[in-house]
């Protein structure tokens, strides 16, 4: 099996400090979304301040690549090229090896996987989040939802965070190369015990998920090889999740980054957008 496929390591163990920060580190998968991506790295750094951000690009052809090697090159993300497409699961089971196989001066004490097309509006979102997954000791956190293809309840994996101490080892299997990669990891984590924490992500406007966007650039592209073609025909349009006023919130986000990048077309702008959010 590839090893984009599966978890190389279980995660190690951080020695304990009670000086150490609380550390997150942020992954995504990218395809083709260049300005949404951009976007998305400019918010978490303009609300949050600077954050460890590793972003997965899935061979991308739209210019994202060069655009996040501008920004790596910045400091303002870290980034692993992928020359096929290797799909979301896989992907973030890239990065999480990644960040699994790190030293133990950059290990993190949590993992929060986010969509490419997500945008953070509130600056107490990771404060609020983390504080929340480690007063409960839950191993995992964020907003729950139906699931589409079965009956369970679950998180949605657009903005998930989790304790990778509890969740990324056996028996809890990894992302899945499937239509909703956390399913298989957040039943069995479900079976294990593993408690879970609701917060609510895009219900009290932390942030905002577009939703589709991928899928909208597969069908634009008419991409017709990629397996998720025939399913992104009737499921390309944007959802934001349902949530009144997301919209309205989403386009005053979307005016402030054209106000401090004002001409997202270019790669340099962009770079120094984010740079001045830090």
Known sequence: MNTAQRRVTD?????????SPLRVAIITVNYNTRLLIAQLIYSLHARLGKQQVLVVDNASTDG???L??????AGLCE???NDVQRYHGPALNQAMNRLAEQDETR???YVWVLDSDCAII?????ADATRALQASGAALGGQASANQWHAEETIGLYALLFDPRQVWRDPIPPFEDSGEPSLALQLACA??????VEFPFTRDAYLVHRGRSTLAEVVARGETAN???DWAVDHHEPHFNAEPGAVDLYQRFQAEFATVCRDPESDEAIVQACLQAV
């Open 11 to 19: 995660w190690p163990a951080r020695p304990a400090s009670k000086n």
């Open 64 to 66: 994202s690549r060069q």
């Open 68 to 73: 996040l090697e501008r920004l790596a090159a």
């Open 79 to 81: 980034l692993i090229v």
């Open 107 to 109: 290990r993190v004490d």
């Open 122 to 126: 509130r600056p107490d979102t990771l």
């Open 191 to 196: 079976r294990a015990g593993l408690a879970r």
């Open 227 to 229: 397996k998720l073609y």
